[in-house]
């Protein structure tokens, strides 16, 4: 299971995108769409992620429901758990790239589980704490950004 109980940064409430660190989060308001077959360890994302001001745009514990949201114009970037069930995820990276969207990959598998096409793409191998999966995703935000 997921570690998800290492402390994390504090934002701001109101206006400010600032951890307590004096750092700007770039993540504050984002809509994030959790794709996670466990619901322990989709919930604990969800709370998290919320602590950290992200607003949470679905979890989907299908690869149908993710389909749905991942098509969806709500979300501005994803966590992507690669295996959802005896599914793997490719359908649901393949919408996101198509749309432009950054995401990343939660895997117990290392990069050799990924889908092929997604070898270059970021991952977090569980289990992981709530600060890899930040730092993950503000990096995948920037690396958008930029190209």
Known sequence: ???????????????????????????????????????????????????????????????????????????????????IGERKIDPVAETLTQRGKPFIFTTGCGRAGLPEAFLDRPIVEKPFYIEEILQTLRSALASASSG
């Not at 206006?15 to 004096?22: M, P, R, V, W």
């Not at 919320?50 to 969806?72: D, K, N, R, Y």
């Open 1 to 83: 299971m997921a570690s998800l109980d290492q402390p994390s940064a504090k934002t701001e409430s109101g206006g400010g995108a600032t951890e307590a660190n004096g750092h700007v989060n770039p993540l504050r308001g984002l809509r994030i769409l959790i794709v996670e077959d466990n619901p322990y360890i989709a919930l604990a994302l969800e709370e998290m992620l919320i602590e950290q001001g992200l607003a949470i745009a679905g979890v989907a514990s299908t690869i149908e429901q993710a389909l749905c949201l991942a098509a969806s114009g709500q979300i501005d970037l994803a966590l992507l758990d690669v295996n």
